[in-house]
């Protein structure tokens, strides 16, 4: 099982990015009960919960972020999203995708989101 995360970048204050994690490798069994989210690392700090959601229509945000970025989920693909709006400096980040399933935690690489003032 691997999941893959994409769509990081570098952008400017107040612009947008869209975050992809494709699993791969994941039956649909697995993957669709899981809770699916998505963290982030800045330098020299923990690592955050930024959103996570439990299944299609759930959606649960830290509070720095509500407002501004929505995750969303397509079983079929077995995909996350994560949309960033209204970006601010302190958003930046190594953003990490996460699959919790009743076995264990799955991460991917993770992906640098740069936001430049």
């Known amino acids: 099982v691997q999941l893959q995360a994409s769509g990081g970048g570098l952008v400017q204050t107040g612009g947008s990015l869209r975050l992809s994690c494709q699993a791969s490798?994941?039956?649909?069994?697995?993957?669709?009960?899981?809770?699916v989210g998505w963290y982030r690392q800045a330098p020299g700090k923990e690592r955050e919960l930024v959103a996570v959601?439990?299944?299609?229509?759930?959606?649960n945000y830290a509070d720095s972020v509500k407002g501004r970025f929505t995750i969303s989920r397509d079983n079929a693909r077995k995909r996350v999203y994560l949309q960033m709006n209204s970006l601010k400096s302190e958003d930046t980040a190594v953003y990490y995708c996460?699959?919790?399933?009743?076995?264990?935690?799955?991460w991917g690489q993770g992906t640098q989101v740069t936001v430049s003032s």
């Open positions: 996460n699959v919790h399933t009743t076995y264990r935690d799955y």
């Open positions: 959601s439990r299944s299609i229509r759930d959606a």
């Open positions: 490798g994941m039956i649909s069994s697995v993957f669709n009960p899981g809770s």
